[in-house]
């Protein structure tokens, strides 16, 4: 039998494989986030032009008691279920108001990753002392269904971070139709959604000015150098963001800067590239409202609230199931 690690592996390369045999060729951003990658994030949320993490922020600490009332969390004990661990810095602000009103939840933090399950759990056990935590690993919808034949309470999901956006349209709404699958009628559903805006904003975000969002990346060809023994030229690929203000959809890509081979030796494979072919390798899909609420009804689920930041630049939507 091999290893959980091995598997992996084998996953990555398949990915990889079936990715530059494509036309045009696609890397899925779900493998960015190796250790170098996860603190490329890391910086990302702190540039200037990255205003999604900071948007989110503002809805937390500026509208908590009103998060806390569309919750309903005062009438019984709960679970708060967050789905990627994340770095938890929005949820303390929810779960440091919680504890002061002296309800009783236990906090639920899934995430497929150990190390970023532990990093949380060391933080908020030494933040708060009295929370009550539990966690889930593995892939969401076997974590949920392993944590609901543990538990019967009242379940809240938070889904945060604009990570849907880094679904497909399509992607975006099966994952919610199977999220609802797992749910109960009086569960509750909190998700961050990046909303359209100026395009130029939205451009800058993915473009910023010191580079960090092109070593992002550039850092999953570097990954796959080391992991699969590729001989990726990072020189010879160039970064490139765009925005399309029709489909809402900020894409990130890598160019081909000139024509050149690549060979993988974990796929004994080589793979060309025409001067100045893409990768693509990430979508961000940006919403409006209506896009939300019809995401919402296809899924199984009404829209009961939006929360906004002060620019209207992003929203924590809140979904129950109907
Ligand atoms: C994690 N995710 C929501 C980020 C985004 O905005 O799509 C990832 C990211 N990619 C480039 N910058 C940030």
Redesign the pocket.
């Known amino acids: 039998m091999q290893s959980s690690s091995a598997t992996q592996q084998n996953t990555f390369a398949d990915d990889v494989l079936r990715g530059l045999s494509s036309d045009p060729k696609f890397l899925s951003?779900k493998y960015f986030y190796d250790d170098e990658g996860s603190r490329l994030?890391q910086e990302?949320m702190k540039l200037p032009e990255?205003y999604?993490t900071k948007s989110e922020f503002e809805i937390f600490s500026g509208q908590t008691k009103e998060i806390y009332e569309a919750f309903g969390a005062s009438s019984a004990e709960f679970d708060l279920i967050e789905l990627g661990a994340g770095d938890g810095t929005k949820t303390s602000v929810l779960v440091d108001y919680f504890l002061k009103q002296d309800i009783a939840f236990t906090y639920v933090p899934i995430d497929i990753s150990e190390e970023a399950l532990n990093f949380l759990t060391e933080k908020f056990r030494t933040q708060f002392p009295n929370l009550l935590i539990q966690t889930e690993r593995g892939d969401y919808f076997r974590a949920l269904e392993t944590f609901k034949s543990k538990s019967d309470k009242r379940k809240i999901i938070l889904f945060l971070?604009?990570?849907i956006?880094?679904f497909g349209k399509a992607q975006a709404q099966d994952f919610f139709v199977s999220l609802r699958a797992v749910m109960n009628d009086d569960d509750l559903l909190f998700i961050g959604f990046?909303l359209q805006k100026d395009p130029r904003t939205i451009l800058s975000?993915?473009d910023d000015s010191q580079n960090v969002?092109a070593a992002?990346n550039m850092n999953l060809l570097t990954r796959i150098n080391r992991e699969l023994g590729a001989n990726f030229i990072l020189e010879d690929f160039s970064h490139y963001a765009s925005y399309h203000p029709i489909d809402g959809a900020a894409r990130?890509f890598l160019m081909s800067r000139k024509v050149q081979t690549v060979s993988i030796e974990a796929l004994n494979k080589t793979f060309e590239f025409a001067a100045w072919e893409p990768i693509f390798m990430?979508i961000?899909q940006k919403y409006n409202l209506k896009m939300i609420e019809d995401l919402a009804r296809a899924s199984g689920f009404e829209v009961a609230g939006n929360f906004y930041d002060n620019k209207n630049f992003y929203t924590n939507s809140l979904w129950k199931p109907n």
């Open positions: 951003s994030f990302i990255y999604l971070g604009s990570n956006g880094n990046d975000a993915y969002t992002f990130s990430e961000s």
